[in-house]
């Protein structure tokens, strides 16, 4: 076993030093993808209706300059799909409304966040801890029916004259603002591995206060 460790030691040791070596992060472009794991999170409503998001999953592309080996640009959007529990709080057509009581619904909501971020890397080798701040814009569709269903029809450039059924849904969108730390390395070839923890909060008319999100993030970036 003492063998076995001191092996792994001295490979672990080689490939470091060898990317020690070869990795240069200097200035430059680069462009790479995330792999996001949102956790759980019970939202507030005015008017009373609440909603429970799952942990889920999404992705991010993203692409940026290094201005140095310790500051970097970065511009990036992120998608996800998450599946949520929402109590809603149904009112009266009044002035002032008068609540009626609640109903029970399940669903996913898609959102959209196209961001700037701002990146301080602490060390100029090639690995490094990190810190980040950014700001974004959010696009959310809970999916929820804000309408009757109609049937349409339309030229499909693939399928033809096609017909179907379709419904608005309510959309809401806000102003988001983040901050993180993480861990990158910088590999030879050309390639980075990262991983981060980021805490988002999103500024919703409708939120009770500020709702605030929980993500981890792990991917690779490819440096020119």
């Not at 030691?9 to 470091?16: D, E, F, K, P, Y």
């Not at 909501?109 to 974004?136: C, M, Q, W």
């Not at 909060?201 to 440096?223: C, H, M, N």
Request: hydrophobic share 40%; net charge negative; glycine share 10%.
């Amino acid at each position: 076993m003492k063998q076995v460790l001191v092996t792994l030691t001295s490979l672990a040791a080689g490939v470091l030093a060898s990317a020690t070596a070869s990795a240069e992060r200097g200035t430059g472009w680069e462009f790479g993808a995330d792999v996001i794991y949102q956790l759980s999170q019970d939202l507030d409503f005015n008017g009373g209706s609440s909603a429970s998001l799952d942990d889920d999953f999404g992705l991010a592309i993203a692409f940026g300059y290094r201005i140095s080996d310790k500051l970097e640009v970065q511009f990036a959007l992120d998608w996800n799909d998450v599946d949520y529990d929402a109590t809603l709080q149904t009112a009266s057509d009044g002035n002032p409304p008068v609540p009626l009581g609640t109903v029970g619904v399940s669903g996913s909501y898609e959102a959209f966040t196209p961001r700037a971020s701002l990146h301080y890397n602490f060390i100029d080798g090639p690995v490094t801890p990190y810190v980040k701040a950014g700001i974004g814009w959010a696009f959310i569709d809970t999916n929820i029916p804000d309408g009757r269903p109609q049937n349409v029809c339309w030229w499909d450039p693939w399928w033809g004259y096609i017909c179907g059924t379709v419904q608005d849904t309510r959309s809401i969108d806000g102003f988001e603002y983040e901050v993180g730390v993480g861990v990158r390395w910088d590999l030879s070839a050309g390639y980075s591995l990262r991983a981060a923890y980021e805490r988002h909060w999103l500024d919703l008319s409708e939120a009770d206060g500020t709702p605030d999100l929980d993500q981890f993030k792990i991917g690779i970036v490819y440096r020119y």
